[in-house]
């Protein structure tokens, strides 16, 4: 069983920068395309960035687009959310991601693609 562990959450200013982290184990790491999504309070999830498995393809929601960067590592078995300019609609809980069953240079781009998901970590622009 895949387990998808988040951390690196927390209480910012806004135009500062916060990285997130997601350690996978349980599983192959590379047989998973990875991605990022959050969910404010009283609103649905969101999509914010995914990565293929292989080639580091990405794509971005355009409300984060420039500002954040997802990447991964298969030695350590960790993908990264680097989050720059941080705006106070950033607030929200992140969830890190996991698809699997795809091919090597499919990248998320929704939400609802996702099959397997962590526990979320906070993150809290104030403005």
């Known amino acids: 069983q895949v387990q998808l562990v988040e951390s690196g959450g927390g209480l910012v200013q806004a135009g500062t920068s916060l990285s997130l982290s997601c350690v996978v184990s349980?599983?192959?790491?590379?047989?998973?395309?990875m991605g990022w999504v959050r969910q404010a309070p009283g609103k649905e999830r969101e999509f914010v960035a995914g990565?293929?498995?292989?080639?580091?393809?990405?794509e971005y929601a355009g409300s984060v687009k420039g500002r954040f960067t997802i990447s991964r590592d298969s030695a350590s078995n960790t993908v990264w959310l680097q989050m720059n300019s941080l705006k106070p609609e950033d607030t929200a809980t992140y969830y890190c991601?996991?698809?699997?069953?795809?091919?090597?240079?499919?990248?998320?781009?929704?939400?609802?693609?996702?099959?397997?998901w962590g526990q979320g970590t906070q993150v809290t622009v104030s403005s």
């Open positions: 349980g599983d192959t790491f590379t047989s998973y395309a």
């Open positions: 991601a996991g698809k699997s069953g795809v091919t090597r240079l499919y990248v998320p781009s929704d939400a609802a693609e996702f099959d397997y």
């Open positions: 990565i293929s498995q292989f080639f580091r393809r990405t």
